[in-house]
Each structure stands twice: as structure tokens, then as C-alpha cells.
């Protein structure tokens, strides 16, 4: 499904005949110009229990940025001859590379000063334009990060996933791998019942596989969270759908199918307006319970804007953010 104006939705079908799948969480992705690969990043789309990283989220009061804070971030740096110094946030691209002999632009970032291209990370030369990446930290003041320190990139921390499985492992043991047909069960949860149910997921009981077997492949289990009615009895239908490996767990109060599509009209209703402007920098948004939103800094105008929307239902992940330091 897709949206009009210079955002998408980018989401995963149902799962085909013989194959299991996560399903992930929809991601709303501002279209930007190709840049360079190393700016890209994968979108925020996973098996995460969203509405229980809200609560381990930072107040977003102490994330809005005033003249004179100390901001630090990592990033890519471009250093253009005659033209201030940029430092750009990661924003995702859905175009490989640029072409041979482009020069590099920044989609989303800010003017930066102080920058030593010697210390740069993976530093390259295009068209007279220094591209490298860093870690910078810096005091922001009059629309710009004047640097104080300088080194190399943090490394990009993994969106924690949920793959466990919270059923206890049945007489005889979880089946070898996953191929069985879900098209009936997929279609009875999301088509005919979705205000009873938690979106599908694939667990795996002995661990995410990290590498490819000749031998017996790893089990995989897909996980069923009911949230209205009776588990058990829902459990029995299901079994009659699916013969794969099957994890059916009670979860009253969580939001179903229908509940989250509700909440998910509802934000991108006010989020999607703010993400064509580029001068709030949104550049992804996604999630089902409670939504991520990453943009380039939260000023206090856009803290406004988001406050206006429903801080309840979103997580805010500003790129440059203040440090403790003053």
C-alpha cells in the first residue's frame, strides 16, 4: 500500500504457500535524492514489542535542543570547497550509490565547523569533495555544531527483535524448520478476525540461526498472541489451519490487528504532514503500538509539533541529541 506526496508505506505481505515469515512493522519512509551508500540505512522495521520500548525511552523534554547545548552524534561528513561544512544524519535511500564522478549531497543534516578531514573515518575524495565518516561532538549555536570533539563513528547498535517463543517445547520437540502452508491461518487472524489478534511472528526456540546447514534445519515457530476471546479454543482452530510449529499465548489488553491499522491512521495522519516539510528533517516513521519517529534534531518548535500529535503514542529518536554536558 502506498500513500500520495513524498512518502511511502513500506510493509510485508502475507506469507506465501510453503513459507513462514516475520511480520514486521510498517515503516513510513521520506523519498529522498540518491546519495552516497554510506549514508544509507536500513529502515526501522522488526519484531519488536513496540509499546514496551516506549517505556524505555528518553524524556523527550530533555532531548529538545537550545543555543549553547552540547550535541554529539555519528555521521557522514562532507567537506565542500567553499561551502560550510555538512554533517548528515543516516537517513535510509532507496537508490544504490550515486553515479560515477557525483558529487555527494546531504539530504538531511546540519552546517558544521571545526571539522578535522584527518581524522575522518573511511575519508574518500569526489570531485574535490572530502566524504568520510566521524563521531562528532559539539556546541550548537546559531543554527550550526561547532565541534569540540572529533572521532571515530559509533557503531550502529542492531533493533532489538523479539524471536523468543513463550511456550514450553511440546512432547517430542519443535518439528525441523518452518515450510508449512499459513495462507488459512494468515487469512482467518488478519482477514476474518483481526480485532482478536497480535500481528503474526516467527520465534525460534533454539536461537536465530546465524548461518547456513546442510543439516536438519532450525525450528521455527510461529507465535499467535490472542488478545480478545479464549486462547485455548482459539489454539484448537488454529491447529486445524496450520501444521507448522505453533505458539498460541493469551495477551488481554494488547492492541490487536485492528486496533494498531487505528492508531497507525491516526499518527500517520498528524506525522505525515511534518515529514514532507524538510524543514522539520523526519525522515523515517514506523511501528504498531507506539511509533519511532527519527529525524535530524528536536527543536522546540518541532517538540511542539509532536506534542500536538500524541507523545503517548510515539518514540522519538532524534539523530543529534544532548549530551549531559553543558
Known sequence: ??????????????????????????????????????????????????????????????????????????????????????????????????????????????????????????????SDVTVGQAKLRGIWQSGALHVTGQGAPAPATPTAVDDGVPCPTPKGGWKAGGDADSNAMHQYIYEQHPDRFRPLRVGWPDGFPTGATDGPQPAQVMVVEVVSGDAAAEEQQLRKLFAGNLCVVAAPGRPSIARQQQLRDQVSAGIEPLMRDPANGIYTMGGDDVFTVEFVMLTPGLYEKFRAVGLDLLRLEPWLRPTLER
Open 1 to 126: 500500500m502506498t500513500n500520495d506526496g513524498r512518502g511511502r508505506w513500506l510493509g510485508v505481505a502475507a506469507a506465501g504457500v510453503g513459507t513462514l515469515v516475520a511480520l514486521v512493522a510498517v515503516v513510513l519512509v521520506v523519498n529522498r535524492p540518491a546519495s552516497d551508500p554510506e549514508e544509507a540505512a536500513p529502515p526501522i522495521a522488526s519484531n519488536t514489542a513496540s509499546d514496551a520500548t516506549a517505556n524505555t525511552a528518553v524524556d523527550p523534554v530533555a532531548l529538545v535542543v537550545d543555543d549553547g547545548d552540547v550535541l554529539e552524534a555519528s555521521g557522514q561528513v562532507i567537506l565542500t570547497p567553499g561551502k560550510p561544512a555538512r554533517f548528515c544524519a543516516p537517513v535510509p535511500v532507496l537508490a544504490i550509490g550515486r553515479a560515477p564522478g557525483e558529487k555527494p549531497t546531504c539530504s538531511s543534516g546540519v552546517d558544521v565547523t571545526g571539522v578535522d578531514p584527518a581524522k575522518l573515518t573511511g575519508a574518500t575524495v569526489v
